[in-house]
């Protein structure tokens, strides 16, 4: 006999059964058919909700000055110890701000961050940095290009602390130059290519043991597994290598800094491995990319297996480098959701606006990029790069993927060529949308292989 809750129960089950059938076939009906819709699935309207999350720390209302422990910003005393015991003062007490009034801060090794610490280097204050690797000792936890090791630590360092900041008008002056840091460029090559064999054969990082008679540089700025990040105002010279480094952080906002440091490898700022971050209102004249966003190196960056996300770029100005904005080219570990917009690129010593560069040794993916309203002056390469078959020696079996790349609104007045877009025959570039846009003055056409969904909705290349 049948009942009422069996006629029920028999036609929940059947209910159920369609809303699935139905659901399906939305999701397969309306699968995107073009790249515009692939590209599109996130957008803009993504940023508020970034944006939320990128809140600035915030610090007790004390300040603790480096005089009253000692320092002289003579330009001779060794203040670091000084500035050691007044964050370690500022830490203990609850936080608040370490001050570096006007003055030549000369500091015989690095500066460790604390949580809830703000350094705060007035106007005329310049904190200059012993240019000798030694005083660079002991080793820490740290990265070269992506691979993890026991090295030098950074001039500026954190690990794994919260509520932090580097701020105020003055500089930080790492005093690299061809016979400080920046000779072993080429001196340090089998050093470094012993750290690679090291990170293919996943030996322990903790026996990854570098510093002493190694010479693989450091990043001058570098906060590594650490929450609530601020770098404001500061301006930045003469780094060893990569400037301004948060590795595996969270919350980072970096606002206001003026970066001037043509030194080998001298990336301006480069995010690795982390999570919602915030770039505006800099100025970038660099010897390397301006800003590159970064998530490990081959077999360790898999290993380490955390992409870079959530990142926002916004009314900048670059001038020399490698590249305005670049992702890869080490970022096996992936990156997505990168929006850049209102920035201003311009210079005959700047190669490329927008860059994206990795290869089928450093694999990883990248995807969901929005660029829109970029004003280029003149570039010396393409305005647009995106090349999986970057270093052409360098090939394995991780063909990077490329996907949802839309850039809208981006003018140019000089270049090589507007775009280089080159894929692999095995991977594909997938899903570029251009609107809107306008190259003028290039030099030769642009080049495109191995793209599929590409699309164009008012873009005007004109030569010169």
């Known amino acids: 006999m049948t009942t009422a809750s069996t006629i029920y129960s028999k ?149 794994e602390q919260e509520n932090i900041a580097l701020t105020g008008k003055g500089t930080i002056d790492g005093q690299a130059d061809d016979d400080h840091w920046w000779d072993w460029k080429g001196s340090g090559n089998e050093h470094v290519a012993k750290l690679l064999e090291y990170g293919e054969g996943n ?117 020399d480098g490698h590249g305005g904005v670049v992702l890869g080219s080490e970022m096996s570990g992936g990156i997505r959701n990168v929006f850049v917009e209102d920035c201003t690129m311009d210079s005959p010593h700047l190669e490329r606006a927008i860059r994206l560069k990795s290869n089928s040794m450093r694999g990883g993916y990248l995807e969901n990029m929005f660029v829109r309203n970029i004003d280029v002056g003149q570039v010396s390469d393409a305005v647009v790069r995106i090349n999986l078959q970057y270093w052409a020696p360098e090939s394995g079996d991780y063909p990077p993927r490329v996907s949802n790349i839309v850039i809208e609104n981006v003018t140019s007045k000089k270049s090589t060529r507007p775009l280089y877009l080159v894929g692999l025959e095995n991977s594909h570039i997938d899903g570029v949308v251009l609107r809107n846009c306008q190259f003028r003055g290039a030099s030769k056409p642009s080049l495109i292989e191995n793209v599929k969904r590409l699309t164009w909705e008012n873009v005007t290349q004109a030569d010169k």
Not at 119 to 141: C, I, M, Y
Not at 207 to 235: A, M, P, S, W
């Open 203 to 319: 030996v322990p990082v903790a026996e990854r043991h570098f510093g002493g008679d190694y010479r693989i540089r450091v990043n001058f700025v570098q906060f590594y597994r650490c929450k609530n990040i601020l770098i404001e105002d500061i301006t930045v010279h003469r780094s060893p290598m990569w400037e301004v480094n948060p590795v595996l952080c969270e919350n980072v906002t970096v606002r206001g800094v003026h970066i001037d440091s043509h030194g080998p490898n001298n990336d301006g700022c480069n995010p690795e491995c982390c999570k919602n971050v915030l770039i505006e209102e800099c100025y970038f004249d660099t010897g390397d990319d301006c800003i590159a966003i970064k998530s490990g190196r081959n077999a360790d960056g898999r290993r380490v297996g955390v992409a870079s996300e959530n990142i926002v770029v916004r009314n900048c100005q670059m001038k």
């Open 11 to 159: 036609w929940n089950r059947f209910a159920r059964y369609i809303s699935m059938v139905w659901l399906l076939f939305v999701v397969l009906g309306t699968r995107p058919a073009t790249a515009q819709r692939v590209a599109e699935a996130i957008g803009w309207d993504a940023v508020p909700a970034i944006l939320a999350n990128i809140q600035s720390p915030a610090f007790p209302d004390r300040d603790f000055d480096a005089r009253q422990h000692g320092a002289r910003p003579d330009g001779k005393t060794d203040c670091r110890p000084a500035i050691m015991a007044a964050i370690k003062a500022c830490h203990e007490s609850g936080g608040g701000r370490v001050i570096l009034e006007a003055g030549d801060w000369y500091c015989k090794g690095p500066v460790h961050l604390k949580s809830n610490v703000n350094l705060h280097l007035k106007e005329g204050a310049t904190l200059r940095f012993s240019p000798q690797p030694k005083d660079f000792l002991p080793v820490v936890l740290t990265r070269f290009e992506g691979t993890e090791l026991m090295n030098f630590s950074p001039p500026i360092y954190a690990f």
